[in-house]
């Protein structure tokens, strides 16, 4: 099994900055690397940042690239998703996840492990 929490979520300006965190324990060797998605009141989850491990290649939706960045703490467990210059339109339960497929990476089909999910707000 694989428990996945994040933290971080709140309230935040538009034009600031949040860091969000994910921390993973269990059999974290069983997937490919980590995922952040996101989801908005009345749209479908969507992808917003990955990393694949084996090389330490980072993905990005162009809506995010740029602004937001993932990094990781190897003692930790824990990977780290900084969001910064944020707007109103990344308001969003955000959402870390483990793929269990290499190839879908940036794909949620990819993932079976979900965390709980934590709100960011962005207020204009």
């Known amino acids: 099994q694989v428990q996945l929490v994040e933290s971080g979520g709140g309230l935040v300006q538009a034009g600031g900055s949040l860091r969000l965190s994910c921390a993973a324990s269990g059999r974290t060797f069983s997937f490919y690397g980590m995922g952040w998605f996101r989801q908005a009141p009345g749209k479908e989850r969507e992808f917003v940042a990955a990393?694949?491990?084996?090389?330490?290649?980072?993905y990005y939706a162009d809506s995010v690239k740029g602004r937001f960045t993932l990094s990781r703490d190897n003692a930790k467990n824990t990977v780290y998703l900084q969001m910064n210059v944020v707007r109103p339109e990344d308001t969003a339960v955000y959402y870390c996840?483990?793929?269990?497929?290499?190839?879908?990476?940036?794909?949620?089909?990819?993932?079976?492990?979900w965390g709980q999910g934590t709100q960011v707000t962005v207020s204009s």
């Open positions: 990393v694949r491990w084996s090389d330490g290649s980072a």
């Open positions: 996840a483990a793929p269990v497929y290499n190839n879908l990476i940036a794909d949620r089909r990819g993932y079976s492990y």
